[in-house]
């Protein structure tokens, strides 16, 4: 890491970036959900598991259309993109409580795991030093929860159509956030 810039200057750099590849990553995996909710119903709880286990990897190949390029090597070294990807990590951690409760009740799988992988926003609000974070992942439980409850029988299409609304406002929100910082 390259410690001739003070931690000060390398969140500023963070937070002056795009952030639109894992965002738009999380949309494309929730919508195979959806879709696999009704096109494989017996089917859709490896379908979840499958589509949002590759958030991150999906996220990665976006980033260089997006032109973030998590894996450029000729960018300078940054502790936030560290913190960044922990955060990422630590989405996938969940699963060790999304198992367990699926075990018991297969359909708690996309609420759980809709609202464990979406707390890595707040870290991202930190980042980004903008409240978009703190948006998303507040806005996506409170309706996840509600959709929980309202939509039992199609919790495995209703909960994923949320988060896919929950992201397409986000993106709106960071395409504006980034434009100004531009």
């Known amino acids: 890491m390259d410690t001739s810039r003070s931690l000060d200057e390398q969140r500023r750099e963070f937070a002056s970036r795009r952030f639109l590849a894992m965002p738009l990553a999380g949309t494309i995996a929730w919508l ?22 590759s958030i991150a990897y999906l996220g990665t190949t976006l980033s260089k259309v997006t032109g973030e390029d998590f894996l450029d090597k000729t960018r300078r070294k940054n502790a936030f993109d560290s913190l960044f990807f922990h955060t990422v990590a630590m989405s996938l951690l969940v699963y060790g409580i999304a198992i367990p409760f ?9 609420l759980s795991v809709g609202i464990l992988s979406g707390l890595m926003w707040l870290p991202v609000s930190w980042l980004l030093e903008h409240w978009v974070g703190y ?23 209703v909960i994923p159509l949320v ?10 929100i960071l395409e504006r ?3 100004r910082v531009r």
Do not use: K
């Not at 988060?163 to 709106?172: D, E, S």
């Open 32 to 53: 195979v959900v959806a879709g696999g909710s009704m096109l494989l119903p017996r089917y859709r709880h490896l379908v979840l598991f499958a589509a949002t286990g």
């Open 102 to 110: 699926f075990l018991v009740d297969p359909s708690s799988l996309p």
């Open 135 to 157: 948006f998303h992942a507040c806005a996506r439980t409170l309706l996840l929860v509600a959709t929980h409850y309202l939509f039992p029988e199609q919790r495995y299409l």
């Open 163 to 172: 988060i896919i609304a929950v992201y397409a406002v986000t993106v709106v």
């Open 177 to 179: 956030r980034w434009r």
